[in-house]
RNA sequence: GCCGAAGUGGCGGAACUGGCAGACGCGCACGACUCAAAAUCGUGUUCCCUAAAGGAGUGUGGGUUCGAUUCCCACCUUCGGCACCA
């Protein structure tokens, strides 16, 4: 039980109101003064790493929104203090980057000034909502002590590759002793033996000898090398931001515009340097099986890394002209086209390829006949911007280039076309067009009249079949009828009402089958379609199983229709009928058909199958594919971090760790340049060195923040980025809270550096962040309406004009109401407009705790009947929910809890509990229970209690689970589903007792209505449920 | 189109593992205090019914169960992400 309290004596008087413009200063000031919150050195506690995603500081500070996550995670680190833990609780900024670039050049001032201006408010701002960071950790990303690590990261990764073998990043230096000893195809093996390796090495790197290796000049050495570095320099279309003219990564393009700017993205080819995540791309996806992080990001970073699993396949180029049968009569290994697919069980049905319009040989393929119409058209998808050809028309267009190639199971000769909707960035920038399996080949072939034939058959067995009227006889529609067959009468064209049949299963095709052959009327046919493909003629029936079938169908069916004949393949003539609509074309596996020996292979294995066999007869190949692509990292911008590497006449050198940091120069100008080079470009000084000239492209700041949580464990380090004792210890994030909008940024990327490291020894963990929350977004409180009527809450934003801030909110109401009101608001994850009564409501709860504390013996309500046994209950109640909310990241109902707590003190004290043991008790509870929620008012409050300073030092209090425990309980007495009574019973009463205390309620009895119950269900400490 | 999340009073939201729907707060109404107001204290507040009794009720429609906000099926709406990825 708690010591001696002095307060709600005579000394306290209504005089002493709550003043948290006051106190709140006072306090702060108090604990700067102490160093309340800096976090000591590593020691024998448990350690909780706690993290905000370090904040950019922007010009216009921090809204009432920012502080969505900052209080949060200001509450757990407070309590885990009070738990005994060593708590490590940060913050820092990312300061480099274009905004603050951009109001450089606008204020013209410099970027570096506006760095200090920024970062100094947004320390304000923190310090006025009492927030316990420790300040003497605070990190800026666009100082030289900290960018000097970002310079030496990147040389780590620089001086870095890959080795599939280790499956681990190795140095360079060993990759160089490879290739001078034995070369590169040992490598080029193993990746080929192990498809998830794909990203090791740059696409269309030559394998090259030992003897070849030696052969080349140093230029060529290195030019070579930077296939494999970790951190490399390459050319390639990338996404140019006209705007802010950049560069801008994959992530950073959404809809094809830019993240930040907004602008519509323009290719460009420029040399540029990346990061190899791909090398990672496994392990990426992998590695989040390991993390507690919500679902929803963890899908989103799968779905980028996006991996998909297939095969290869070789497709030769069938000679110009020339029919071929059966056999390949090309046997030039350079023209074979190279596709990936993850259906190798559908490559029966490939009836034509498709090429990229990029793709290196479009060019040697086309035939001169077609040479004009392929070259207008290579050249106006060209012209068009990625959101033009994605977005503008999902129409698909394409030309065919007169060429053949031939499907190597079958030996048929196929057509090969190019359309814009096959991608060069992804696969081989070819495909085999599987159109009766594949929505987007499906639609190209029936634009284009190309043959569709099923190799699939369908999962769920059903066929249709529509019968013409006049077609059959008189005894068919009886004994269709008679055969169980489903089917409907509908008005079919001039002649009146004919059948549509649907049908399931083999058996009942084949009994359909052989109904139709014994009742069709001369001069007609009938189709079956769906999980057969059967026509049938008065002659015999024929099966649509290859495009000679196709063909033959078809002029039949023109020969006794003529309104057939303006098809051009039987999936075409078919589409006519509305009635087969869903059953034409499907996507899922299913047994193969028309696939020659593999025709019958069951839909769950085929795949495997195809792809061994492939394998085996050197068509193709397992493959892995990853839509991820590599990290573009370098911007033309100014205020960023300089990469440490010169171009030398012997290609890309990098600095020497102990030349770093290298300095941003100060310059008088930092527009950006309009050859779309860096404004650092401009600096003779700055580019020119007796070794070569500097790379004058900077960092995009996701470097920066790939490994600020690292530094935070040993920021003032001058001979590494951190101590080997310090990461260990403090390391990984044990909880990392922000924002969701950086799911496949910030978090892919600092998971890739977080890899980087461990392979190279400096880490010694795989993963950096161990639970990841992200909280929901504060909207304006103004309620809008759209044209359509509907309501809705906009973004806060100075543009708008509907920004609140924290300042103005903790000048009128203080800070500990609106830490309070930040926690309350919503559920943490849930995007809320902000409630301008909200933190009013919050601040008569703390003064309801003031005075309670202070004056209990004021202003008393009516007397009621309240025992210091229920006020204990409640104390140690709320301990005990505190605890389980905090785990849950449930601060709502941790406030809600606290109010209750509150009422019922109110309650203790009209009862007369004021200054009892149990009330002192509760007090002290209370006091401490609200300390990491309200800092400034518990402290006060503790202050005036007596008690010694300070209660963030106090150990958290420990609920008695005796103390807890209910004696009572409400028993609920159901009759048939419905409540009709309440009964209270002793906590341990049996089962039997409660039964028969609910038979003889009055509620029970009434609307038992005389009737015996048929069955009595106890539910222990809940309820009664009576069936009659 | 695909993936994910969510639909509960006038509002923000709560509800363990299937067991009293609406905790807590806002707003509103009434009462006490006051010359009066604010503040404070108290009472009430899902809807229908004058009230009681009773009935309905957690996006919609079905299902499982003694019992469903919770589980299953289908659908609707909103939000977020991805989007020709072979």
């Known amino acids: ?167 681990r990043a190795a140095p360079i230096a060993d990759l160089e002793r490879e290739l001078s000893e034995q070369g590169a195809q040992a490598i080029f093996d193993y990746i080929d033996a192990h498809a998830e390796h794909v990203g090791v090495v740059a696409k269309g790197t030559p394998v090259v000898s030992a003897a070849q290796w030696h052969a080349m000049s140093r230029r060529e050495q290195n030019a070579y090398l930077m296939n494999f570095r970790l951190a490399f320099r390459a050319e390639s279309t990338v996404n140019w931001d006209p705007v802010d003219k950049v560069v801008v990564a994959d992530e950073e393009v959404e809809g094809g515009r830019a993240w930040r700017s907004g602008a519509l993205v323009e290719k460009k080819i420029i040399r540029q340097w990346f990061f190899r ?12 099986d390991t993390v507690d992080w919500p679902e929803k990001i963890v899908k989103m970073q799968r779905n980028w890394i996006g991996k998909s699993e297939g095969a290869e396949v070789d497709f030769e180029i069938s000679d110009f002209g020339l029919p071929i049968a059966g056999q390949s009569q090309i046997a030039n290994p350079k023209s074979k086209i190279r596709v990936f697919t993850t259906r190798p069980d559908t490559l029966w049905g490939a009836t034509f390829m498709v090429l990229s319009p990029e793709h290196p040989l479009v060019v040697e393929l086309t035939t001169d006949d077609r040479r004009a119409e392929v070259e207008a058209y290579v050249a106006q998808a060209r012209a068009k911007t990625d959101e033009e050809r994605t977005t503008a028309e999902k129409e698909k267009t394409g030309v065919f280039t007169g060429a053949y190639a031939i499907n190597p199971v079958n030996g048929r000769r196929i057509p090969i076309w190019i359309a814009d909707y096959v991608l060069m960035g992804y696969g081989t920038g070819a495909i085999m067009a599987v159109p009766a399996h594949d929505e987007r080949d499906f639609a190209f072939a029936l634009k284009y009249g190309l043959p569709i034939i099923p190799v699939i058959a369908r999962p769920d067995g059903v066929a249709k079949s529509v019968v013409l009227p006049g077609s059959v006889d008189e005894h068919f529609r009886a004994e269709l009828e008679q055969a169980g067959v489903e089917f409907y009468t509908a008005p079919l064209d001039e002649a009146g009402e004919g059948l549509c049949v649907t049908l399931r299963g083999d058996a009942q095709i084949d009994q359909y089958v052989e109904l139709l052959r014994r009742h069709l009327k001369p001069g007609y046919w009938h189709e079956v379609v769906g999980a057969r493909w059967l026509f049938v003629f008065d002659d015999g029936v024929e099966e ?186 403090w390391l990984p994030v044990d909880m990392y809270v922000g924002g969701a909008e950086h799911a496949v940024l910030h978090l892919l990327y600092a998971r890739m ?122 104390a140690h109640q709320t301990i005990l929910k505190f605890e389980k909310d905090i785990g849950d990241f449930s601060f709502n109902t941790i406030v809600a809890a606290l109010m209750e707590f509150t009422n019922a003190l109110y309650k203790a004290r009209d009862a007369g509990l004021a200054g009892s043991p149990e009330w002192n008790e509760a007090i002290d509870i209370l006091l401490k229970l609200i300390a990491p929620v309200a800092p400034h008012m518990a402290e006060e409050l503790w202050a005036r209690c007596g008690r010694p300073y300070s209660i963030h030092q106090q150990p958290w209090p420990v609920a008695d689970a005796q103390a807890a425990t209910e004696e009572e309980i409400t028993i609920v007495v159901q009759v048939n589903g419905k409540l009709r009574d309440r009964i209270t019973v002793p906590a341990n009463a049996d089962e039997e007792t409660v039964k028969q205390a609910a038979l003889q309620t009055n509620g029970a009895r009434k609307s038992m209505n005389g009737k015996q119950p048929r069955q009595v269900i106890y539910v222990p400490g809940r309820l009664v449920s009576i069936v009659v």
């Open 1 to 167: 039980m708690s010591g001696l309290f002095h307060c709600g004596q005579e000394g306290n008087t209504m005089a002493d109101r709550y003043i948290p413009q006051e106190i709140e200063p006072k306090w702060q000031a108090r604990w700067e003064a102490d160093a309340l919150y800096k976090t000591g050195p590593a020691d024998s506690r448990p350690k909780y790493y706690i993290l905000d995603f370090y904040p950019y500081p922007s010009g216009e500070g921090m809204s009432v929104g920012h502080a969505r996550n900052y209080v949060p995670t200001d509450v757990i680190a407070r309590y885990y203090r009070m738990k005994g833990y060593n708590v490590l609780h940060p913050m820092g900024f990312d300061a480099f980057g274009l905004p603050t670039e951009n109001a450089a050049i606008k204020l013209k001032v410099n970027p570096h000034i506006l760095n200090e201006r920024y970062s100094a408010n947004y320390v304000r701002q923190y310090k006025l909502m009492g927030l316990s960071y420790d300040w003497s950790r605070l990190i800026n990303s666009a100082h030289a002590d900290y960018y000097r690590w970002t310079q030496w990261i990147f040389l780590q990764m620089f001086q870095s590759w890959y080795d599939p073998r280790l499956n």
């Open 277 to 288: 995540i791909t090398a990672y791309a496994e392990r990426l996806a992998n590695d989040l």
């Open 544 to 729: 649509l199983d290859s495009v000679e079938a196709d063909g033959r169908i078809l002029a039949r069916c023109a020969a006794l229709r003529p309104a057939a004949s303006n098809a051009r393949t039987v999936m075409e003539m078919l589409t006519r009928q509305p009635f087969y609509q869903d059953v034409l074309f499907h996507a899922e596996y299913g047994m193969m058909m028309h696939s020659g020996p593999f025709s019958g292979t069951s839909g769950d294995t085929a795949r495997q199958q195809v792809t061994a066999w492939l394998a085996q007869h050197g068509m193709g190949k397992r493959r892995v594919n990853y839509r991820i692509r590599d990290w573009l990292i370098s911007r033309q911008r100014y205020w960023g971090t300089p990469i440490p590497i010169l171009h030398t006449p012997d290609g890309e050198e990098a600095l020497d760790p102990s030349e770093l940091p290298l300095r941003l120069p100060e310059v008088e100008n930092y527009e950006p340049t309009a050859t779309g080079e860096s404004p650092l470009a401009n600096i003779p000084e700055f580019v020119n060195t007796p070794r070569g000239r500097r790379e004058t492209d900077t960092m995009a700041t996701w470097a920066c923040s790939s490994w600020y949580y690292l530094r935070f464990s040993d920021p003032h380090n001058d001979q590494a980025p951190f101590g080997q004792k310090e990461v260990s210890y």
């Open 753 to 874: 550096w977080t890899k980087v490291l461990y392979d190279l020894g400096h880490v010694p963990f795989i993963e950096p962040f161990k639970a990841l929350r992200n909280q929901g977004m504060i909207l304006s409180p103004q309620k809008k309406v759209d044209e359509k009527g509907r309501e809705y809450f906009e973004k806060m934003s100075k543009s708008k004009g509907n920004v609140i801030t924290p300042d103005e909110v903790v000048a009128e109401y203080g800070a500990d109401a609106l830490r309070g009101y930040e926690m309350f608001i919503s559920d943490f994850s849930q995007t809320v407009p902000w409630n301008t009564q909200g933190v009013p409501g919050v601040r008569r709860w703390l003064e309801r705790v003031w005075r309670i504390v202070l004056a209990p013996e004021e202003d008393k309500g009516m007397p009621v009947t309240y025992s210091g046994r229920e006020l204990r209950r409640v």
